[in-house]
């Protein structure tokens, strides 16, 4: 039962993600129970909050102000106690929905790269990336769905799901990404498609550049066909948010290969009428995802 004041920070949670991340918080409203529906929201509010923070201000700025964050939320933690109204409905559904501390661990930690990051050389660097950052994220996300984390196969699945929405947040956010002085494709890839930085901040239309942002297309559109099998780890009640995030990253990967080379001087931009007809779409039994037609040339 909510007090008071833990009715309040759930309130706060959900205004935090109304205006942060408005399309998000109406697909929770429409695709998930309501009973769950305070508790996915503070999830998201809390790790959004985070995210925020390593993401604004100078590298002194951020590094100072996430640690002053990150000791607030371990003292949090460990007395069961917070005045931060984001903080404190996280507290709440972190014990309601039985979530392991470690995966809440394992982001704070992670959350450190982001303060400076300096890029990735291999594949090996980005999924590094994934089991530190991405993956724990989503446990502390998505993983409210399932009381306890859920089982290990549900866990792997979501590391999958993380690896796929990470690689396609990196390509169709590779414009902006770029403006900022950040580049999150691995170096080693640029140089297997003879593509040098500068060719990618400078927004050439290269057949290197093309072949290179397929080649990120399909990779990531691959790993999203094969976490598709995290529906069937679901509860029924659950599905149709993680049908709706699948099919968005679907629908994103499809745009950025239409744009080609156009990603790396604009950001990839959802479709409104298409994102409602994947709200339709999310309710629908089954999930079937065509393979990408990639053109590289």
């Not at 309601?96 to 050389?121: C, N, Q």
């Amino acid at each position: 039962m909510t007090s008071g004041s833990d009715r309040a920070a759930y309130l706060k949670a959900k205004q935090f993600m109304l205006s942060r991340e408005p399309a998000g918080h109406l697909a929770v409203r429409l695709l998930i129970p309501a009973r769950l529906q305070p508790h996915i929201l503070a999830g998201y509010a809390f790790a959004s909050f985070t995210d925020d923070l390593c993401d604004r201000g100078t590298v002194a700025e951020r590094t100072r102000r996430y640690a002053g964050w990150a000791e607030q939320v371990r003292t949090a933690l460990d007395t069961g106690t917070a005045r931060h109204p984001l903080l404190r409905a996280f507290l709440h559904t972190a014990e309601a929905r039985e979530l392991p501390r470690s995966w809440v661990d394992s982001y704070l930690v992670g959350a450190e790269i982001d303060l400076d990051f300096a890029g990735f050389t291999t594949e090996d660097d980005y999924q590094a990336y994934i089991d530190t950052l991405t993956w724990p994220f989503l446990m502390i996300t998505s993983g409210l769905s399932v009381p306890g984390g859920g089982s290990q196969a549900f866990a792997d699945s979501c590391r999958l799901l993380a690896d796929a929405c990470q690689r396609t947040d990196f390509l169709t956010d590779l414009a902006e990404d770029l403006g900022e002085g950040r580049l999150y494709l691995p170096t080693d890839d640029l140089e297997k498609h003879g593509v040098t930085r500068s060719d990618l901040e400078r927004g050439r239309d290269l057949p290197g550049v093309r072949s290179l942002l397929s080649a990120t297309a399909a990779t990531a559109h691959a790993t999203l066909r094969e976490a598709t099998r995290i529906i069937d780890e679901l509860p029924e009640e659950q599905r149709p948010l993680t049908r709706f995030v699948i099919l968005l990253h679907d629908h994103r990967l499809r745009r950025a290969t239409a744009m080609g080379s156009a990603v790396t001087r604009r950001p990839v931009r959802d479709n409104p009428i298409e994102c409602l007809r994947i709200l339709a779409q999310a309710h629908r039994p089954g999930l079937a995802i065509p393979a990408l037609a990639t053109n590289a040339h």
